[in-house]
T-cell receptor
Framework: GENVEQHPSTLSVQEGDSAVIKCTYS??????FPWYKQELGKRPQLIID?????GEKKDQRIAVTLNKTAKHFSLHITETQPEDSAVYFC??????????FGGGTRLMVKP | EAGVTQFPSHSVIEKGQTVTLRCDPI?????LYWYRRVMGKEIKFLLH????????ESGMPNNRFLAERTGGTYSTLKVQPAELEDSGVYFC????????????FGPGTRLTVT
């Protein structure tokens, strides 16, 4: 089955800096890659997603890139703010509609 | 639009007891999913309903777990009898039939088995 690896597990940045989280997947049939943000005690929230026919997608300060050949995708957050502090999960959609998640990255933005 | 809701938010039970978790998806979403996150690990898929039918239950850990979605609306996940390793956060998610990809998560039920 699909396997998604996510790095780093924790990331600490200074406010205003950029943050990058990387994921790799194993199943070449995966064609949908969402990113979720989970703040403490709250639900995972879909923040951006990308489909396999696109190499990059941007939404204000967040962007996602996808390299299908290398089977990896990344989340980029620019001009980080304290409210970006959360756990971020990447996921891949290998078959049907189920999602396979990475292990999560705890992002801490220091003011 | 109301989001996915789950009940209860927390449940503490003793080993051997039974617990039933409930999920109400976004109105009109035919696809409903259950996931679980055991402490410190990744969110793992349990099963997927399309309306009232189980589309994929490959992630269900064992026969102590029973999921239903009568009438294709809300869903329940029963654990009977509960074991210590069942502790974790159980998430429900839903997606519209026209999309099939974007999944909207509920706040989760934190289950603690003592």
């Amino acid at each position: 089955g699909e396997n998604v690896e996510q790095h780093p597990s924790t990331l600490s940045v200074q406010e205003g800096d950029s943050a990058v989280i990387k994921c790799t997947y194993s199943d070449s049939a995966s064609n949908y890659f969402p990113w979720y943000k989970q703040e403490l005690g709250k639900r995972p929230q879909l923040i951006i997603d990308i489909r396999s026919n696109v190499g990059e997608k941007k939404d204000q300060r967040i962007a996602v890139t996808l390299n299908k050949t290398a089977k990896h995708f990344s989340l980029h957050i620019t001009e980080t703010q304290p409210e970006d502090s959360a756990v971020y999960f990447c996921a891949a959609n290998p078959a049907g509609n189920m999602l396979t998640f990475g292990g999560g990255t705890r992002l801490m933005v220091k003011p | 639009e109301a989001g996915v809701t789950q009940f209860p938010s927390h449940s503490v039970i003793e080993k051997g007891q039974t617990v039933t978790l409930r999920c109400d998806p976004i109105s009109g979403h035919d696809n409903l999913y259950w996931y679980r996150r055991v402490m410190g690990k990744e969110i793992k898929f349990l099963l997927h309903f399309v309306k009232e039918s189980k589309q994929d239950e490959s992630g269900m850990p064992n026969n102590r777990f029973l999921a239903e979605r009568t009438g294709g609306t809300y869903s329940t996940l029963k654990v009977q009898p509960a074991e210590l390793e069942d502790s974790g956060v159980y998430f429900c998610a839903s997606s519209p039939v026209t999309s099939g990809y974007e999944q909207y998560f509920g706040p989760g039920t934190r289950l603690t088995v003592t």
